[in-house]
C-alpha cells in the first residue's frame, strides 16, 4: 500500500481550531459590547411616580403624563440611519 504524506496535516488542523476560536470570541466581544452599550442607553429616569393602581382621575392624567414624557425620550433617542445600518449588516 502507497503510504500518504501527512506531516502538515497538523498544523492546518491546529490553525483551523484557533480560527474558530478567534470568530467565536470576536462575536462574544461584539455581543457584550453592544448588550453594555444598550444598556447605559435604555436607563431613563422617571420625573413623576406611576401608581400601581388608577383610582382617581388625577392618577389618570398622572400616568398620561408619564406616558407622553416617556414616548418624547423615546422619540428624540430614536436613530434610523444606525437603525438601517444595523439590519443591513445583519442581512
Known amino acids: 500500500m502507497k503510504r ?4 502538515g496535516s497538523h498544523l492546518l488542523a491546529l490553525m483551523l481550531a484557533v480560527l474558530v476560536i478567534g470568530v467565536v ?5 461584539r455581543v457584550w459590547q453592544n448588550r453594555t ?3 447605559t442607553t435604555n436607563q431613563t429616569t422617571q420625573t413623576a411616580s406611576v401608581p400601581k393602581t388608577i383610582k382617581t382621575n388625577a392618577d389618570l392624567s398622572n400616568v398620561s403624563k408619564v406616558l407622553d414624557n416617556s414616548s418624547s425620550q423615546l422619540d428624540s433617542n430614536l436613530n434610523d440611519g444606525a437603525l438601517n445600518t444595523d439590519l443591513n449588516d445583519l442581512l
Open 25 to 29: 470570541g470576536f462575536a462574544g466581544y
Open 37 to 39: 452599550v444598550t444598556d
Open 4 to 7: 500518504l504524506n501527512q506531516d
